[in-house]
């Protein structure tokens, strides 16, 4: 394994970031350790658990399965990223709230990223398809129902707009 | 590159598999090689008699493709049970092969349809039937030097074909205890003229049993027969044992999942007018 850095330069949450790293810095890394986007949680480290869930050209994928120079030239959206530009909460963070779809809060930043993947594509989804929406993010608290019930609420709310 | 460093170079395709294996150490390969921006090796491409998918493409983007999947619907069908939307955003269709995991969907379908799949080195290229590429769990017949490039699914012409997957695994999304695909034709009487099914999981690469489906051509594909061949592939697996299931359990899902893809694929067959 070399020591080489590569020069990479990704969008994160809308302004372009340079760097060099490692080629074998996982984005995730990179994103908590070197931006300090720290709201992205490392949960197991090998694509199970979801909790490092990003949006990369508007898509959720894993970040702890991919490395920082393989987002070179592309788009990336954190949690940070879902947020209003005055820094309040989005109609999902805020249904979050509401209905109390988070206890501990470790899976929280990639319910909300495969959510609002999900809303992006779909404003007016069914039970089911939220369900398979986050079907790859593990909630220890078991706080689904209301994790559900928190996406059917902000969909309520944009539809309503 | 591959030619260079051989065996301690590894293709990077989707990473869902390799770099959860490099995670925990399973696997250090010296040399990663990315292919994940080539374009020449992401497409999808329909032929009268087959589809011709680019090894790194998506599995999403097969996945939404609608002309595809009404060519080749087992494709679709096959990757509903492919991890979850964030694996199957950067997943590949010819890393899922060329990971070889006997219990994966695609290798499945692979082996039902009879996939073929050409591989290119700096020496040329050379075409495998998928039933040559399997060679093991986690094993393939491609040379150190060679990189999937692109795979031929074979589209059935007949009006009323119908397929279908199922599996059991312990979540959803998890890998497959038992997987079984199947694909029928049938005449305008309902008469059963090419079959193929197939099961994963219970080997050491996933089977497809074209002997005991060409039994079911020129039948009616009553329960009954359906049942037969279920129990006579179940019968030739060799399945083995883990925490999550024993070998007895594996082979009666085996069974019970062969007969409900031969079923499920042969009323959606009859559902074509």
């Known amino acids: 394994m070399s020591d080489t850095l590569h020069a990479v330069a990704i969008e994160v949450n809308g302004k372009r970031r340079e760097a060099r790293v490692p080629a074998r810095l996982s984005l995730v890394d990179w994103l908590r350790e070197e931006l300090r986007l720290t709201g ?38 954190t949690v940070e990223g879902l947020a209003r530009p005055d820094g309040s909460m989005s109609a999902l963070q805020d ?25 992006d594509s ?27 019930e928190a996406v059917q609420l902000a969909a309520e709310r944009t539809k309503a707009k | 590159m591959l030619a260079t460093h051989g065996d301690s170079a590894k293709l990077l395709a989707g990473g869902q598999s390799l770099v959860p294996m490099m995670a925990m150490r399973l696997v250090r390969p010296a040399w990663l090689v990315d292919i994940n921006e080539i374009a020449a090796l992401k497409f999808v491409k329909l032929e009268n008699d087959a589809a011709r ?11 939404r493709d609608e002309a595809l999947y009404s060519r080749v619907p087992l494709l679709r069908q096959a990757l509903a049970w492919v991890g979850h939307i964030q694996t ?14 006997p219990s994966a969907e695609l290798p499945l379908a692979a082996q039902v349809l009879g996939a073929k799949l050409v591989l290119r080195s700096s020496k040329g290229a050379r075409t495998l039937e998928a039933e040559k590429f399997f060679a093991g769990p986690m094993a393939t017949a491609a040379r150190p030097d060679e990189c999937l490039e692109e795979i031929h699914w074979p589209a059935w012409g007949e009006k009323r074909t119908g397929s279908a997957f199922t599996e059991i695994a312990i979540r959803h999304g998890d890998f497959a205890m038992v997987a079984a695909a199947a694909q029928l034709a049938l005449d305008a009487d309902g008469r059963c003229t090419r079959a193929a099914f197939g099961l994963g999981g219970v080997g050491a690469v996933p089977l497809a049993f074209p002997k005991i489906a060409a039994r ?6 009553d329960d009954e027969a359906i049942g037969d061949a279920a129990s006579e592939a179940a019968k030739a697996t060799e399945p083995g ?7 007895e359990y594996r082979r009666h899902l085996a ?17 074509v007018r």
């Open chain 1, 40 to 77: 992205t949680h490392v949960g197991c480290e090998h694509g199970i658990c979801g909790a490092c869930s990003v949006l990369l050209d508007g898509d959720p994928v894993r970040s702890c399965l991919m490395y920082t120079v393989q987002a070179h030239g592309h788009r990336v959206t």
């Open chain 1, 95 to 119: 249904s979050f709230c509401e209905t109390h779809a988070l206890q501990c809060g470790y899976c929280t930043p990639g319910m909300l990223i495969a959510a609002q993947a999900l809303l």
């Open chain 1, 122 to 148: 779909n404003p007016d989804p069914t039970e089911a398809q939220i369900r398979e929406a986050i079907g790859g993010n593990l909630c220890r608290c078991t706080g689904y129902q209301q994790i559900v």
């Open chain 2, 53 to 63: 998918i680019g090894a790194c493409t998506r599995q999403c983007v097969v996945d």
């Open chain 2, 88 to 101: 199957r955003n950067r997943g590949t269709v010819g890393g899922s092969l060329a990971h070889a995991d």
């Open chain 2, 216 to 221: 079911l051509a020129g039948t009616k594909l």
């Open chain 2, 241 to 247: 044992s883990d925490l999550h299931a024993t070998k």
């Open chain 2, 255 to 271: 069974r019970v999942l062969a007969g409900r893809a031969l079923r499920e694929a042969r009323d959606r067959a009859l559902a």
